[in-house]
């Protein structure tokens, strides 16, 4: 049975009361534990320290296993970043960005751009064992194909650097983004559509809990309707984009109940600013989210 659109939100949003319900009434566990797990990372430039070094420490003690570079320059700097890491417990989680162009441009030499500097990236990417580099389509700023042809474009550019993420032993990320910032792919559902007809294992998708603040109905339906494809988060405060936490009211608990449904394995970074000192924000965000976490873990045991 096909589920139209409308659908499958009233189910997901069913879902989430049904999740409430439970975690409220304190039934017992009737389906196995999730596998899920909690693996911390932060962007580099997020991080305080004046060094990588410094960065790292401070990561390290506050109970990160991941820290995300940015992409640009990142090939000429992954000795110096392997090196950092040695016999550290932290790892790269992912690598943010970085290439130049757009994939979906109306100019064919901006999307020769993307492709060549995006293969760069990736092979960076691959050395220093990342899940992925993430991309965006194309910014709102940014000229490009009308939607129908440039979905068509992205499938088929997305099949060639597919191939090439593949054996570089990484993957392409794509990032939705909320409608301020992108015309085009705005929703998790939208970019599973594309891995879907991509059919590559070197294609996959990112949620980023700022921009799904804006765009989807429900973290869980959102995050659900991804399920394997779904490779990296990003997480910042609800409603300004700094620490969570430091927005009043910031939740993320029916997200990480969706990420303990799909037996999600791998990194929550953090890509956000700060409103005070982040050697103090950081501490309490990390604090706010295992303690979110742990409440999605119990509800998500009782459904």
Same mark, same amino acid.
């Given at each position: 049975?096909?589920?139209?659109?409308?659908?499958?939100?009233?189910?997901?949003?069913?879902?989430?009361?049904?999740?409430?319900?439970?975690?409220k009434a304190g039934t017992e566990k009737s389906t196995p534990k999730s596998q899920a797990?909690?693996?911390?990372?932060?962007?580099?430039?997020?991080?305080?320290?004046?060094?990588?070094?410094?960065?790292?420490?401070?990561?390290?003690?506050?109970?990160?296993?991941?820290?995300?570079?940015?992409?640009?320059?990142?090939?000429?700097?992954?000795?110096?970043?392997?090196?950092?890491?040695?016999?550290?417990?932290?790892?790269?989680?992912?690598?943010?960005?970085?290439?130049?162009?757009?994939?979906?441009?109306?100019?064919?030499?901006?999307?020769?751009?993307?492709?060549?500097?995006?293969?760069?990236?990736?092979?960076?990417?691959?050395?220093?064992?990342?899940?992925?580099?993430?991309?965006?389509?194309?910014?709102?700023?940014?000229?490009?194909?009308?939607? @129908?042809?440039?979905?068509?474009?992205? =499938?088929? &550019?997305? $099949? +060639?650097?597919?191939?090439? !993420?593949?054996?570089?032993?990484?993957?392409?990320?794509?990032?939705p983004l909320n409608r301020k910032e992108a015309h085009f792919l705005r929703q998790l559902?939208?970019?599973?559509?594309?891995?879907?007809?991509?059919?590559?294992?070197?294609?996959?998708?990112?949620?980023?809990?700022?921009?799904?603040?804006?765009?989807?109905?429900?973290?869980?339906?959102?995050?659900?309707?991804?399920?394997?494809?779904?490779?990296?988060?990003?997480?910042?405060?609800?409603?300004?984009?700094?620490?969570?936490?430091?927005?009043?009211?910031?939740?993320?608990?029916?997200?990480?109940?969706?990420?303990?449904?799909?037996?999600?394995?791998?990194?929550?970074?953090?890509?956000?600013?700060?409103?005070?000192?982040? @050697?103090?924000?950081?501490?309490?965000? =990390?604090? &706010?989210? $295992? +303690?979110?976490?742990?409440? !999605?873990?119990?509800?998500?045991?009782?459904?």
């Open positions: 049975m096909s589920l139209d659109r409308r659908a499958f939100f009233k189910i997901a949003a069913g879902t989430g009361a049904a999740i409430s319900l439970a975690c797990v909690l693996k911390l990372s932060c962007q580099e430039n997020v991080a305080p320290g004046e060094t990588l070094t410094e960065k790292l420490d401070f990561l390290e003690a506050n109970g990160f296993v991941g820290i995300e570079p940015h992409g640009r320059g990142l090939p000429e700097r992954v000795e110096i970043v392997q090196k950092a890491l040695e016999g550290r417990n932290i790892k790269i989680s992912a690598v943010c960005a970085g290439f130049q162009g757009w994939l979906i441009a109306e100019d064919p030499k901006m999307r020769e751009l993307a492709i060549e500097t995006t293969k760069e990236i990736l092979i960076a990417a691959g050395e220093l064992g990342a899940t992925g580099m993430i991309l965006v389509p194309a910014f709102d700023r940014q000229k490009s194909l009308p939607h @129908k042809e440039a979905r068509q474009m992205l =499938v088929e &550019l997305l $099949q +060639e650097l597919g191939e090439y !993420a593949e054996n570089a032993n990484t993957r392409i990320l794509l990032e559902a939208d970019a599973a559509a594309i891995c879907k007809d991509v059919n590559s294992p070197g294609v996959a998708v990112m949620g980023d809990f700022w921009h799904m603040t804006w765009e989807e109905t429900s973290d869980l339906g959102a995050i659900i309707s991804a399920g394997d494809y779904l490779h990296h988060m990003h997480i910042a405060s609800r409603k300004t984009r700094k620490m969570p936490g430091e927005d009043e009211g910031d939740n993320y608990v029916n997200g990480f109940c969706g990420l303990g449904m799909i037996n999600y394995q791998d990194y929550i970074s953090m890509e956000c600013g700060s409103k005070g000192d982040k @050697k103090v924000t950081i501490p309490a965000a =990390v604090k &706010l989210i $295992q +303690e979110q976490w742990a409440q !999605a873990d119990k509800c998500c045991s009782v459904i």
